[in-house]
Structure formats: C-alpha cells, structure tokens
C-alpha cells in the first residue's frame, strides 16, 4: 500500500520535471527560428506556463501534504534546431504521461483521490501538448 510519503515523493519528482520542461519550452521558444518558428515558439511559449501551472499545483500539494517542494530541476534538452526541439519536447511529454499515470495509480493506492484527480488535469494537458506536437511533426 502505498504512503502520503510516496505520494509527496512522486510529487517532487513530478515537480522537478516540470521544473524542467519550463525551462526546455522558454529556451525552445527563443531560439526557436526558421520560416515556421513564429507559430511553433507560440506554442512553446503557451506549453511553458502550462508547465508552470503544473509546477506551481505540484508545489502546493507537496506542501499541503507535509512535505517540502523540491527545486531540483531534472535533466534539461536544450537544441538550436527547430526539429530537434520538436522531436525532445514530443519525448518529454511521452515520458510526462507516462509518469502521471504512474502517480496517478500510487495515489489512489494512498487513498488520495484529490492528487490522483489533479494529476489526470494534468495529464489531461500533456496529452493535449503532445497531440499539438504531434500534429506539427506529421
């Protein structure tokens, strides 16, 4: 059975990841460059403050549920060539769902229905992105 411990942990991890795509998404937006760069680093600029909802939300949980939020900031890809940004954030937000499903099934497990429902808004938004990413790519 699993722990409010494990839950304020997975949470952390979560948080260090989004701490992450915050900063892969604003990067990506700036040097984002090329004849279809302005409608893509839109995009990265949108994705980054949903990133950042995510981060602010995680947070707070981890807070309210006793713990303490990490500021460790998990593995940034950082390129200057507009595919190669796609290609990074698309696995990013593959491995985001991943995670949150994950986080998901270890909430509920820890009887904690308002994480796991949270965490399904924000898997709800990373499947959103990857379906976006997705599109552009072909």
């Known amino acids: 059975m699993a722990t409010k411990e494990d839950v304020i942990n997975a949470l952390n991890t979560a948080l260090s990841e989004e701490l992450a795509a915050i900063i892969q998404y604003m990067y990506h937006h700036v040097m984002a460059t090329g004849r279809e760069s302005p409608a893509i680093a839109d995009m ?79 898997l709800e938004d990373e499947e959103g992105h990857l379906r976006d990413l997705g599109a552009v790519l072909g």
């Open 44 to 122: 990265f600029r949108k994705f980054a403050m949903d990133e950042m909802k995510h981060a602010y939300w995680l947070a707070e949980r981890v807070d309210f549920l006793g713990g303490v939020p990490t500021t460790k900031v998990a593995d940034v890809k950082l390129s200057k060539d507009l595919t190669q940004m796609l290609h990074d954030n698309r696995q990013a937000e593959i491995e985001a769902g991943a995670m949150y499903k994950g986080y998901m099934k270890l909430a509920r497990e820890a009887d904690d229905h308002v994480t796991a429902h949270e965490l399904l808004e924000i």
